[in-house]
């Protein structure tokens, strides 16, 4: 009980810290804007602490079968790190913050090809954006598109090389879906199958997608300009993250339908070698 409410407590700092991040990295925050971050940064951590120290998860998927959740709460806090960096070279370059800009505009400047989610984002801002902001968005968007990228090439190779969920415990479905009803209706197989590519299909279309919705907005109601900082860290953060995250659980979901259906012919052919005669 000691272990998980420690384990919970240092889990909730990590969140906590990784709400504020962009907050307090940026120079001349509004006395407003700072109370209303810190303010979600409590309820993350405070959601963070409940969830992990209870006995069962709640909403957290696959919280007993590392290192999924590990894998991208690694990979949003690079993304995050990294795009404050390079907001924070605006204002107030350094030796790092302008080196993690170079290394953007290098992965921005090789991801913008035409059709690509990278040149997407960048036609979304507004014609009268200046050639500085959008190669800023550009290189935000590259980035943190390349740590999404990597962060499904390193859950495929843990998939693949490493055997999870389960190379050496047990897997326990209903414990690390906690959303998942089983009694539903349907097969649970077919069910976990066609989340499966529900999930896929989302996070292939999603970084095209959000493009055209923030586009469509821009024309409609205001433009969007991401200039503020921290709406351009959270915004291109999204962006990239979510359709990863959604390409990763299709994944883990794909994996899960493919495991109960080889454990149940495996029980199938035991079955039937006990009923062959003597």
């Not at 690079?78 to 605006?90: D, E, F, G, N, W």
């Not at 999870?164 to 414990?175: I, K, S």
């Not at 205001?222 to 990239?240: I, Y």
Request: aromatic share 10%.
């Amino acid at each position: 009980m000691l272990t998980r409410v420690l384990g919970a407590l240092a889990r909730a700092f990590l969140v906590f810290l990784l709400v504020t991040m962009p907050a307090l990295m940026m120079p001349g925050i509004a006395t407003e804007t700072a109370q209303i971050v810190l303010l979600f940064a409590f309820f993350a951590a405070l959601l963070t602490v409940i969830e992990y120290s209870a006995r069962y998860p709640g909403l957290i998927e696959f919280r007993y079968a590392p290192p999924y959740n590990r894998i991208r709460f690694l990979a949003l806090f690079l993304i995050v790190l990294m795009l404050s960096a390079i907001a924070r070279a605006q204002h107030e370059p350094g030796t790092l913050t302008l080196f993690v800009q170079a290394v953007g505009t290098l992965i921005g400047q090789s991801m913008d090809f035409p059709y690509s989610p990278v040149r997407l984002v960048t036609l979304m801002l507004p014609a009268s954006s200046s050639a500085e902001h959008v190669l800023l968005v550009r290189s935000a968007a590259g980035i943190s598109y390349f740590v999404s990228l990597f962060m499904l090439i390193v859950f495929v190779c843990s998939l693949r090389i490493g055997g999870w969920p389960a190379r050496h415990n047990a897997f326990n479905v209903w414990v690390n879906l906690p959303t998942f009803d089983p009694t539903a209706g349907g097969d649970v197989v077919l069910r976990l199958e066609r989340d499966a590519m529900l999930n896929i299909a989302l996070g292939f279309f999603l970084p095209f997608l959000i493009p055209a919705l923030i586009l469509t907005v821009s024309v409609t109601v205001r433009p969007v300009t991401l200039t503020d900082p921290q709406t351009l860290v959270w915004t291109v953060a999204a962006w990239a993250f979510l359709p990863a995250t959604l390409l990763m659980r299709g994944v883990a979901l794909s994996r899960i339908a493919r495991m109960i259906r080889e454990k149940r012919r495996r029980n199938g052919d035991t079955e039937g070698a006990a009923l062959q005669p003597v």
